[in-house]
């Protein structure tokens, strides 16, 4: 285990949206390490940063052409190389994006394994023996290429799957198994893309889809068993890199693949979901002030996979990603900075997504930018603070338009406000630093959490935390002593054995 991952916080990046240097209306690497100081005030200390390497742009970069290049709109290899560079000298960390997958139909893996003629490539991917041969329980492209035989894709038609082999050959004509020599090559060339990174100074990866190499996998456990190797790897050459999941599942990807942290996803209905997004526009979310939500969802999902993978690895809880509704889409500013403070006093590794420290919006309606469809509205400009796109870009046409609100929130704006949602991260951030108990590593206690009932009351050692998103009073009952206030968003009385907490409430005391 990485020494420096039990503190980290992290920051996400979305790299076109964070600050254009240049002023071509897309953000880049040079406009990040200008920012690195604000990153680092808020209280983060390490950056996942979103992919920045070549590509044709069909999925926002998740469609890869050259692992090993920085696409030129974000700058060169030279200047990631001292964007990795300036974050160490920060006493910061920075994972990339790293992309096992699937690549851009335009790699030239691709191109090569296309060609009707046999060549080194041509099990890169996964080929059906024929075009006429297009099983239906495959996502497969037909007809597309000289060669004869159809793709299998892993996410949008300009991903193809890398070929990992087969869990259970199903279709021996095209399938092959995982030992299979091609199938090996694959996770070899995928080593060499980390090393090449790893070589650089980069300090680890969150990996996408990392559930989705080994195809018929039904039980995931041989797609683990390839990461188990590359851990292996890992811990031999670079012990201090960290590996975090795209795959919410934590009994395995932390317990049999060996990843450090693994992302509690939001996954429709799941635990995560219903705590800030569940039901239609969060009707049903826990933090919704309307008193519909329920706790069991996070707390049932949550407790078991906290537990089992305790002293092994992390589970990371996010505010959001690229890929989700913002939280300011379903909750009132109350209710996020209630919900971003719970988050970061639970256990595991925190991911603070860019922007939900000032409460951007979620855009709604947006024309689609590079495959992002519904995910565009979370993918907006960061706002910084006055002047042309709220600081953002010197150009007339941003990547993603701003925020047409000109009441919009900035972080100029935030940081000036009493009790801002800025304020609260920044203050939860350097609590959680200062009291290593409400950090990834200290012990968890759930001491109230009953369905459809409210507060929320966890333990963390000799802290106490209570939770009231409801917009009226509410009381729980609560025998402890308590030494002193730690942190409050409202207020509370204790009386008797009682704990009465204030409409939209998140209390800390040390007892
Ligand atoms: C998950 C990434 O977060 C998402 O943005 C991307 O579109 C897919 N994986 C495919 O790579």
Redesign the pocket.
């Known amino acids: 285990m990485p020494k420096w991952l039990k503190d980290a916080i992290f920051y996400e990046i979305y790299p076109q949206s964070f600050y254009d240097s240049n002023g071509d209306g897309i953000g880049d690497i040079n406009g990040i390490i200008e920012k690195l100081d604000y990153i680092k005030q808020l209280g983060c200390n390490a950056i996942w940063l979103n992919p920045v390497y070549d590509s044709p742009f069909k999925?926002?970069g998740?469609?890869v052409r050259n692992y090993r290049k920085v696409a030129p709109r974000y700058g060169t290899n030279d200047d990631l190389v001292r964007l990795i560079n300036t974050v160490h000298k920060k006493r910061m960390h920075i994972i990339l994006d790293l992309?096992p997958?699937?690549t851009s139909d335009t790699h030239p893996w691709f191109k090569q394994a296309k060609q009707a003629k046999k060549n080194n490539f041509s099990n890169r991917y996964i080929f059906t023996d024929n075009v006429w041969n297009a099983p239906a329980e495959y996502r497969l492209m037909c007809g597309l290429c000289e060669r004869d035989g159809n793709y299998m894709v892993?996410?949008?038609s300009s991903?193809p799957a890398l070929n990992y082999g087969f869990a259970e050959v199903t279709h021996p004509e095209w399938q092959l198994p995982m030992d299979h020599p091609d199938c090996q090559a694959t996770i070899k060339a995928l080593k060499e893309i980390m090393r090449f990174w790893l070589d650089q100074g980069a300090d680890g990866f969150r990996v996408?889809?990392a559930d989705s190499l080994v195809k018929n996998d039904a039980t995931k456990e041989p797609t683990a068993t390839i990461w188990a190797g590359i851990r292996e790897m890992m811990d031999e050459e670079y012990p201090d890199a960290a590996l975090v999941s795209?795959w919410c599942n934590p009994s395995v990807a932390v317990n049999k693949a060996g990843f450090h942290s693994d992302f509690y996803l939001d996954h429709i209905g799941n635990g995560y979901n219903m705590l800030m997004r569940g039901g239609s526009w969060g009707d049903k979310a826990f933090f919704n002030k309307n008193g519909e939500g329920n706790i069991r969802a996070f707390v049932d999902e949550y407790l078991p996979a906290y537990l089992e993978t305790k002293g092994k690895g992390y589970i990371s809880l996010i505010t959001c990603?690229?890929?989700t509704p913002r939280p300011t889409a379903y909750l009132d500013e109350e209710a996020i900075k209630i919900a971003y403070a719970t988050i970061f006093t639970l256990p595991g590794v925190p991911f603070l997504y860019y922007g939900d420290e000032i409460g951007m919006r979620y855009l709604p309606n947006l024309t689609s930018v590079e495959?992002g469809y519904s995910?565009t509205g979370s993918r907006s400009p960061m706002q910084w603070g006055k002047g042309k796109n709220f600081g953002f870009s010197e150009n007339d046409k941003t990547y993603i338009p701003v925020d047409p609100d000109k009441n919009a929130p900035t972080v100029e704006k935030q940081r000036r406000k009493k009790g801002s949602i800025y304020k609260v991260v920044k203050d939860i951030i350097k609590l959680r630093k200062k009291r290593p108990e409400l950090g990834a590593d200290g012990d968890l206690e759930i001491l109230y959490a009953e369905e459809n009932s409210f507060p929320f009351v966890y333990r963390r050692d000799k802290y106490v935390i209570l939770v009231n998103p409801l917009d009226h009073l509410t009381d729980v009952r609560f025998d402890f002593e308590i030494k002193q206030d730690i942190y409050k968003i409202g207020e509370y009385v204790q009386s008797w054995e009682k704990m009465t907490l204030s409409p939209q409430s998140f209390v800390i005391v040390e007892i």
């Open positions: 999925d926002a998740y469609d992309v997958g699937h892993n996410y949008f991903q996408d889809m795209e990603n690229h890929d495959g995910r």
